[in-house]
């Protein structure tokens, strides 16, 4: 009975979720990660209320959207997408926030996984199944 129920709501997703709106939904999943993570280091270990407090908080939004996503676009796009984009944001975090600045092998790196991300978004032929 529950794999029907599950397999029904899937199928509801499909008719009233349209790709745009899966990719916002991953959007603010994205936001709500690099606000969980940006906040970790301020935690001081979650021995400060208030970070800790937001770092949980964002996490488990983020979790939350990451698996309505996950019912319309295939796992390895969608935590290609959302590791990515993490990444390079964090990275800039740290450069503005913490004055972290990367070495250029690391700017390599983050490049690549731009472009990796790019790649998997534009070259894959997801479609929503009616």
Same mark, same amino acid.
């Given at each position: 009975?529950?794999i029907? *129920?599950? @397999?029904y709501?899937?199928?509801?997703?499909?008719v009233?979720?349209? *790709? $745009?709106?899966? &990719?916002?939904?991953l959007?603010?999943? @994205?936001?709500?990660? @690099?606000?969980? $993570?940006?906040?970790l280091k !301020?935690?001081?270990?979650?021995?400060?209320?208030?970070?800790? +407090?937001?770092? %949980? %908080?964002?996490?488990s /939004?983020?979790?939350? *959207?990451?698996?309505?996503?996950?019912?319309i676009?295939?796992?390895?796009?969608?935590? !290609?997408?959302?590791? =990515?984009?993490?990444? %390079?944001s964090? $990275?800039l975090? /740290?450069?503005?926030? &913490?004055?972290?600045?990367? #070495?250029?092998?690391? @700017?390599? =790196? +983050?490049? *690549?996984v731009?472009v990796?991300?790019?790649?998997? #978004?534009?070259? #894959? #032929? $997801?479609?929503?199944d009616?």
């Open positions: 009975m529950n029907f *129920l599950e @397999i709501f899937v199928k509801i997703y499909k009233f979720m349209s *790709l $745009t709106q899966v &990719y916002i939904l959007a603010i999943s @994205i936001i709500l990660e @690099i606000t969980a $993570t940006g906040s !301020a935690t001081e270990g979650f021995t400060r209320w208030m970070p800790s +407090l937001i770092s %949980v %908080v964002a996490i /939004g983020c979790m939350f *959207l990451m698996s309505h996503v996950m019912k676009l295939p796992v390895g796009i969608t935590y !290609a997408t959302w590791s =990515g984009v993490g990444i %390079v964090l $990275t975090i /740290g450069i503005i926030k &913490y004055k972290q600045v990367p #070495n250029l092998a690391t @700017i390599f =790196g +983050l490049v *690549l731009i990796g991300v790019v790649i998997i #978004n534009v070259m #894959n #032929n $997801t479609k929503i009616n």
